[in-house]
């Protein structure tokens, strides 16, 4: 039985979290999936709790979406902060940079820039998703990370409606903006599309010289 598990193990281990997974089938990353993913979940839920303890007036922000920006927002930002920084540098030290940056933009997910306002919960909930992103990518599983991200951004929104924890909407009122994020995930997917069969081209020449 321990041998069994032995990639599992090796995997939830800190020490691999800036590496490739040891396997990467679908079966296997879903459950790097669950494994990060839920340490998102417990930390959001006690970090919120010590937040609400140390913030005077502390509640976790509510702001109004779409369905269209949170499922967009899947090959948007898996692209600028993962796989675009993965395939120019070639390097997940680099991916760690970019995914930080990614990580902290979330605590501002708020309509004010308050310390009794900012996106704390959020922001705790990503940071392991963050190490999640960076090995798919980086054991060539790129297109998994984006749709993982988009669908459950899907599931947190369709849960927040039924629930009324924010006003949401299925698209925005501006149509130039929904057609916009449209063209632009596109656009980022066919360019990561594009660095990736370079990256692919360039490892080939280097190991046949």
Same mark, same amino acid.
């Given at each position: ?47 919120? =709790? ?10 976790? $922000? %509510?702001?109004?979406? *779409? /369905?269209? &920006? ?45 310390? =009794? ?10 940071? $392991? %998703?963050?190490?999640? *992103? /960076?090995? &798919? ?45 449209? =063209? ?26």
């Amino acid at each position: 039985m321990p041998a069994r598990f032995s990639d599992e193990r090796a995997d939830f281990n800190p020490r691999s979290w800036l590496t490739r997974y040891r396997r990467n089938s679908i079966g296997y990353i879903t459950k790097m999936l669950f494994f990060y993913h839920g340490m998102g979940i417990g930390l959001l839920l006690a970090g919120t =709790a010590v937040v609400e303890q140390l913030v005077p007036g502390y509640e976790e $922000p %509510s702001v109004p979406r *779409s /369905l269209i &920006t949170v499922l967009v927002a899947g090959p948007i930002e898996e692209t600028i902060f993962f796989g675009i920084p993965f395939y120019v540098f070639n390097s997940s030290h680099a991916v760690i940079v970019t995914g930080a940056l990614w990580a902290a933009l979330h605590i501002f997910n708020t309509p004010s820039i308050e310390l =009794a306002s900012l996106a704390f919960g959020n922001w705790l909930f990503v940071v $392991p %998703s963050l190490f999640f *992103s /960076l090995r &798919t990518w980086a054991s060539g599983k790129g297109w998994f990370a984006v749709t993982v991200h988009s669908a459950w951004n899907g599931i947190f929104f369709a849960a927040g409606c039924g629930t009324g924890e924010f006003s949401c909407t299925a698209i925005e009122q501006d149509a130039l903006f929904n057609a916009g994020s449209i =063209a632009l995930s596109g656009a980022l997917i066919a360019g990561t599309c594009a660095l990736y069969r370079w990256r692919r081209r360039k490892a080939k020449s280097e190991f046949n010289i």
